[in-house]
Structure formats: C-alpha cells, structure tokens
C-alpha cells in the first residue's frame, strides 16, 4: 500500500522556521516528482515546491521562493520542506504529493496533511 505521510507541523511565530517530512513507502519514488501543495481555509490549493531527484530539477512556488528549500533524505526514504522566515499568509494545510505529472488535478499520491499556523 502507497503510503505518504506528512509531519513537522505546529504553530510558530512569523519570522520564524519549520521543517516538513513526508515519508514515503509502498513503493519506489525514484522517478518520480514530489513535492508540496499547500491550502489555507476558503482558498484553492496551491503550488509550493518540487522536486525530481532523477533530473535533479527543483521548483518553487513565487510566493516561497527564497524562503523555503525542499531535499531529500535518500537513506530514510522522506522528503522535507525547509520553510524560513514564516509570515501569517504561509498558514495552510500542506500537502505532500507524488505524480508523474506535477499538476494539483492530476497528482498521482496525496498525503492526509499537516497544518502549518503561523501568528503575527
């Protein structure tokens, strides 16, 4: 069974840090792209970061470039997201997922989620 499971969240103050995991099983990810999404209450899901460890690609969403570094850690099989110098508007529910194709509409394997809260 597929399994991707988020954690690392909490509530911290703006200007602070937090470091996501998502633990990958049931399968290889190799090849695929993962990543994070992320969605604040009342609002569409929207594109934080990914990563393709195969092409060495990375990308970030405009509005964490800068701030947030995602890696991986081979040897445990998960994926973290470095998020610095949080601000209120980066409170959301994040997402961890896996796809071929790294479009919201289209990903291949969603986590459940972890609640970032960020206070001004």
């Known amino acids: 069974q597929v399994q991707l499971v988020e954690s690392g969240g909490g509530l911290v103050q703006a200007g602070g840090s937090l470091r996501l995991s998502c633990a990958a099983s049931?399968?290889?990810?190799?090849?695929?792209?993962m990543g994070w999404f992320r969605q604040a209450p009342g609002k569409e899901r929207e594109f934080v970061a990914s990563a393709n460890w195969s092409t060495g690609n990375t990308r970030y969403g405009d509005r964490v470039k800068g701030r947030f570094t995602i890696s991986r850690d081979n040897a445990k099989n998960t994926m973290n997201l470095q998020m610095n110098s949080l601000k209120p508007e980066d409170t959301a529910v994040y997402y961890c997922?896996?796809?071929?194709?790294?479009?919201?509409?289209?990903?291949?394997?969603w986590g459940k989620g972890t609640l970032v809260t960020v206070s001004s």
């Open positions: 997922a896996a796809s071929w194709v790294f479009d919201y509409r289209v990903i291949d394997y």
């Open positions: 049931g399968r290889t990810f190799s090849s695929y792209t």
